[in-house]
């Protein structure tokens, strides 16, 4: 039913004259078309598209998660429009395979005239991670310089500036530490965990110790894995351990936090917990989807240029590697599997449980 | 390494400071900001974009085309070229999935305010479509007007003039029937493949007829089966039948055209055949893809408005529905299958064949 | 870590040694090797070990819904199982694609060989139909013989079985009529709804009517499509009419179950209806993968065998054609957007809503 | 068509049988149900089903390039056959998204019954891994033993069988070796391609020193650039440097092979190193697409069990992480983007090239 407005059409609401009128190939401008520039260019162009619409959600999310107050409803939006994200991240990988019909070949025809630019001069892609939470010390520094020393200097101020904004990882964490279910009304969860997994352990020791069938050399093998996970859990109730470990990086949730990121993988049937490890479960999502993304376009890049110095200069392949893995933002989470217990050995939840943590959404900080 | 130009910086190369500043949601333009709707401007951005590179491949393989003597050189760089159309097109398809995490209830928002905007308007992709063969005269009607009815005056007008041109379509069916290998050096390939036809239809009679483990009412039953294939033949040998069926929309490819493409078929595995063959696989690939796009598209909008009128005023899901068969332009090419005959019925190819068939692709008109 | 029980090792453990041995391609068994056929083999076994893994899930779904009293807790279970079933589903389509690289000419070497065995005698395949709630009187008629009848007479005996079972459709029919809040503590959701939609109707024709921008033609279309869209409300809200539409089975869904899917819809961003509203959208996922990979199944056909009779003695393309839209289970639920209203039209609920609608999920019938 | 034979029955030709009787939980077996070990069952179920055709299709595609003589049919056949093993690879990695709806949670319920049977123990992918190429001294360590140690004793034997074995690493570089288009009629490609890098590196060096807009700074950067990619390309022309990066196992194709490859990627457009490009793509491809499961699947197992050890006793993830990259085996493939040249640089090819190319695909050893 339409509205009392001027009639739109759809070329003029995309702004299509513009947006088709912006792909303006080097290799025309030099006297020498090369037929693959124009896919070079729509290719960058539709990634941007995208990133756009990325930050779109994430700032959304952001400003959910800034709020004092939240409530549950805000929660499942928040878990909807991440989901969102993934969906883009699945495409943007695929679209890669797109690029990969340009062959080296092809691409060495124009390649020369587009020097010194380079997807890493990408403001909105730096934007994305800024606001996802990887910090300026995580980064690979990139020809010894900073990564966003080839941008340009009104970029550089705003990728600046976003490093000190809230990023999601430490809102995610403000409101990890904050639920209210960790100690109340009795039932104390880290102690339950803790004699639990004591408990498993101990069990574990004595089958190992008991089982007739292994051999000696066996038996030495299978006590030494033990005292390998005896000691991962003992990290982890260590919370002088754990500053350590904030301090090397080899961690980067708070001890409170990094707590009820784990109640609510163990309890997560409850239907209270239900849209928490949605929550949970869908930043792992974003972030194996952005190393995996990582990951098949250094491959791509090694395919195109091989051992080359990238357009912008870098040493293209080994920079992108050294990036997959180091860039993860919510590692812990994706290491929280090491510390479950099966649901046989979980603690029960008192009755008063589900009802009281209505609280959960939107206590007073 | 670095040619004497002015260093490229990567927004301007990609002019991204139009790009990104064209999206302009109508819902914040009267004060009820949507937040779904950047979703809805980006992603048909991004079609429009991908839509740009679909022509310029598509272009430049009718160029190819358009010329009269081909080398066999600029059949593989079209099959490249074409191979590319359809990595796009599987992103196409992918990015249904993004949007489709816009629900119903978030389109609403919104929607009211685009009237009558509507993707049928999109200019592009009324190209592509005319590009690639689909006829005005195939086309279904559209709210009993044109296909471009919707279209502004301009962009029929290019829309038209597009339905002129010497489509792919046409094209290939001019590169089929040049085919110079249908009867040379003394083999005629339309009366071996005849023959061996009837031979193996021959031969199926006899083996139905003396099965004695066969009841009567099954003996019967396979015998009404090999009548009709039967019936298929005699209109693939009968000129004047094939003639008719042109008339009747039945078959689009023209009798001479339609026995090339069955030869290439039938012997793909010979070297000289391998990129022709390939050519009309890929051919098919994209009429799949485009087919399973509007497939995929009508089963969305039904999801996302139901029985309701579009936004463009058309009936919505039946029409997309309607278009998904019919639309297709190489359904010819589709069903060759069925007169594929086994290798070992195929009649031998003479020696001299592969050495002279050089000739197939730069042969004189 | 280890129990006490005896080693395990992988091949036992998966049964390889049974399973890598159950190819046994027909053409080498008749002397003329088919390198083909091995692929023909593993692609429909795999696709039969996945059709188990449907099964299994389905069944535990189905036990979960014929409960009498069920907890939101299982609910969100049933919901993460449906959601595996699409996972697999979209490596199903995927499939395909493996399956697409035999050309038409391998296939021709071995198909003989198989008739009458056919793809139509997959009894998992029409476990999985009958168990989701493909009614016998909705299956498109195959060559004048009820769908099982190439069916071994024992598989016949389990699929018509089946038949009698109640199917997802019912439960999930009979879970949405048995939902307490369609009237409650004053609060009627129908009666608010149809006002509201009333209200909408009035208003979009006072619209149209004081719009001095139309053209009269334009007017006139306007309250054509008005006009179509109150009396798609209209039979929503006359019983009556509905009990037709049952009748000539335009509809499936009873008129109690219709609203309550509805109310879902409307009020999912309600934290109490976050899960049965992920409940409902997944299932019609599954209907679209089911109905995704019918299309993309017959585009395959055709590709393969043209015209040809299929190995069962089927008709192959045309019979598949029409078995996709036709069978499509939760059709009324992939409609509902029909009758979606934009969320500032909304009646707002009552404050005990939420609370009270605990019961939704454990009341008695 | 029916021919004389007994008629078949779709669960007959499938063994369906079997096939679907040999999926038994062990949790079940020890009385205490876990839903998902079915899952667990049937996805490595398919996975083996799956590497049983890769296996078949290997198998035939050594046994081509194992002969003498080499018609360029037998190359598209070729071609072809590997192109489907990289279709079944995106089916494999796909397949990973329907094990991930396992939550490490579940996979706890069962996890300890499997000790120590691991996914290691896969005999069809060692040998995958043995017949592609992946030589024993290229594997990393796992736990300081063979890869093969934790395989049954019948099942260590087959494996190292296969690494005796011809691999297609080895097959393919014989076949590159013996191209007889390096130098032929006068025509040397070698000599002619390094006078045409000669000339380019030396224009580069003239381009970057006469540049007034460069900063010295800049200059400098440049022409230690310059410098490194000059250092790449004379380890290209120098066999004594070739040859010790051949035992350092930084190169792993002989120096003639990579010359021909090279020759093969410069010159693809020509219609008779058509098919030789495609076979060299696809085998990187291949490479790519297997290394892509490797990284997703660690990812996986990362998400599943954190830290733990895995269920073969492996330390799990960081020893597959290990594998990503090492366990490439046609990477100096990969990497012969380093050396391409610009179209405009190549020395053109003498007329009689393409003519007598002929040679190449069944001259004499």
Known sequence: MQRPHPPLYYADYLQLDRLLASQSPKSVEYGKPAHDEMLFIIVHQAYELWFKQILHEMDA??????????????????????????????VLIEQLRILETMTPLDFLEFRDLLTPASGFQSLQFRLVENKLGLKPELRKMYDKTAYYSRLSAPHQEIVQEA???????????????????????????????????AQMLENDRRIVQNNATLSAEEKKQQLLELAKTEENFAALFDEEK????????????????????????????????????????????????????????????????????????????????????????????????????????????????????????????
Chains 1, 2, 3, 4 share one sequence.
């Open 61 to 90: 999310v952001i400003a959910t998660f800034k709020q004092d107050y939240l409530e549950e409803k805000a929660i499942g939006i928040a878990v909807h429009r991440l989901s969102r994200i993934t969906e883009i991240q699945k």
């Open 163 to 197: 490093e000190t904004e809230k990023s999601l990882f430490e809102l995610i964490e403000r409101w990890l530490e904050r639920t209210p279910f960790l100690e109340f009304q009795g039932f104390n969860f880290w102690a339950s965990y803790r004699a639990a997994v």
């Open 242 to 365: 754990h500053r350590q470990f904030l301090r090397t990086g080899q961690r980067r949730l708070s001890y409170r936090a990094t707590h009820a990121a784990l109640l609510i993988n163990l309890y997560r049937d409850e239907p209270i917990l239900h849209l928490p490890f949605r929550l949970l479960t869908v930043l792992v999502d974003i972030d194996e989807l952005l190393t995996t993304w990582r990951y098949r376009h250094a491959l791509m890049v090694q395919r195109m240029i091989g051992a080359k110095i990238g357009t912008g200069g870098s040493s293209g392949y080994p920079y992108l590697r050294a990036t997959i893995e180091s860039h993860k933002v919510f590692g812990d989470l994706f290491n929280l599997a090491t510390f479950l217990i099966p649901r046989s050995a979980l603690p029960a939840l008192p009755e008063a449980f589900e009802k009281n943590l209505g609280f959960f959404y939107n206590q007073k900080p």
